[in-house]
């Protein structure tokens, strides 16, 4: 599965932007996470292609919202009142089996898109 996001840019504090994750072959599973500089990759949400299941953390719970286009195998991150801390390297990926939660369960990794955030 070759993942390739986009949708990163220099964006004002308060505002929305949308990331898109274009898949080569539905995974069962399909997540975001992001790394800011000098932090650990963190986890942000997943979904199931057939959006049965979604799954986010609780520090975006609310603000995010992840879902999918099967007609264009691609996956959306929204992110709404982006906040100075959600500046980072945005990824996306995939499993086969199960939703990718955690780092430790991405089968395959996109090759990520910058998100800046001005205050």
């Known amino acids: 599965v070759q993942l390739q996001a986009s949708g990163g840019g220099l964006v004002q504090a308060g505002v929305s932007l949308t990331l898109s994750c274009a898949a080569s072959?539905?995974?069962?599973?399909m997540g975001w996470f992001h790394q800011a500089p000098g932090k650990d990759l963190e986890f942000l949400a997943a979904?199931?292609?057939?959006?049965?299941?979604?799954y986010y953390a609780d520090s975006v719970k609310g603000r995010f919202t992840i879902s999918t286009d099967n007609a264009k195998n691609t996956v959306y991150l929204q992110m709404n009142s982006l906040k100075p801390e959600d500046a980072a390297v945005y990824y996306c990926?995939?499993?086969?089996?199960?939703?990718?939660?955690?780092?430790?369960?991405?089968?395959?990794w996109g090759q990520g898109t910058l998100v800046t955030v001005s205050s």
């Open positions: 979904i199931t292609w057939s959006e049965s299941t979604t």
């Open positions: 072959e539905r995974a069962y599973g």
């Open positions: 990926a995939a499993n086969r089996r199960v939703l990718p939660r955690k780092s430790t369960l991405v089968d395959y």
